[in-house]
């Protein structure tokens, strides 16, 4: 795939970090060039041409970039997935395992109405932790979870496999 | 202004949010609609109909959101501020003072070129603490700041005074 070639050729390597042993793919690349930009964006909202969606999800702080642009892109709602203390409205949470300890996200509880449909987006695919309990999260609205758009899927993590219950999706994959 | 005073009454105010005392300014019922959503972009985009922009700067989280989608609108470069530690290149740091303690912010070194002019875009303009070391992480890359431009400013926090060295704008006004 041409386009997804070319915004590759663009994101930055940088070993170890953020810690030793870790390749970080890094997207600031894409975003610091308007074209590319822009480029990123139609190859995110080529995968949505044939989901009925209401509502496009996003986990701060990168999602926010990708989701927010998205939604607008697409002309649907945006809802925001904040770390725990970060959103001022009556919340649900969920909590859900790290490396070591535990991480809580939350979402708005007016966030989508019941039966929305909702698409997950985030900038990378890792272990999907972080999805699958966003996943949980749009269960608690009663969302309809139309599943989760990535724009890089680390493949050798198998984070697809801990989010499978709905499609998966990624514009680029290493 | 029919367009601002229409967003201003979908804003929510949380009272006591983040502590005892403060009135919070709830963005999240502008993003899950997707008119007011649109509305919103379109309010801000106008503001920077006369100005010569190359990029926009903007602070996680919340200012990813407003940043994000008007540099996608305008067609520019997008420039992420970070805490430190989250950037994974090169950095330009800048500490500031809180209420309680300091803050730092980071920029990526290669974020613009020397010479290009930046708009500074977030949500909410306080104090103008942030804002103002964002300026100074801009004068450190050398680049041109066009100014900052908010959704809200809230005028009884005077943060005007603190980043009036460019010119600044705001959609709605507390």
Do not use: W
């Not at 966030?111 to 699958?132: C, E, P, Q």
């Not at 966003?134 to 890089?152: H, P, Q």
């Amino acid at each position: 795939m041409k386009a997804a070639e070319k915004l590759k050729a663009a994101i930055r390597d940088i070993p170890d970090f953020p810690k030793k042993g870790i390749i970080f793919k890094d997207i600031t690349p894409l975003l610091q060039d308007a074209r590319l930009f822009s480029e990123t964006i139609e190859a995110l909202a080529a995968c949505c041409r044939d989901k009925p969606i209401d509502a496009i999800a996003c986990v701060e702080a990168r999602g926010f970039v990708f989701g927010a642009v998205l939604a607008h892109t697409l002309n649907v709602g945006l809802v925001l997935i904040r770390k725990k203390g970060k959103l001022p409205y009556a919340t649900h949470q969920v909590s859900y395992d790290l490396e070591y300890g535990t991480d809580t996200l939350e979402v708005h509880q007016d966030a989508v109405k019941a039966g929305a449909s909702v698409l997950v987006v985030d900038d990378v695919l890792a272990t999907g932790g972080t999805i699958a309990a966003v996943y949980r999260l749009m269960e608690k609205l009663e969302a309809k979870v139309a599943g989760a758009l990535f724009l890089i899927e680390l493949s050798f993590l198998h984070g697809r496999e801990k989010i499978k219950k709905y499609p998966v999706e990624a514009v680029i994959t290493y």
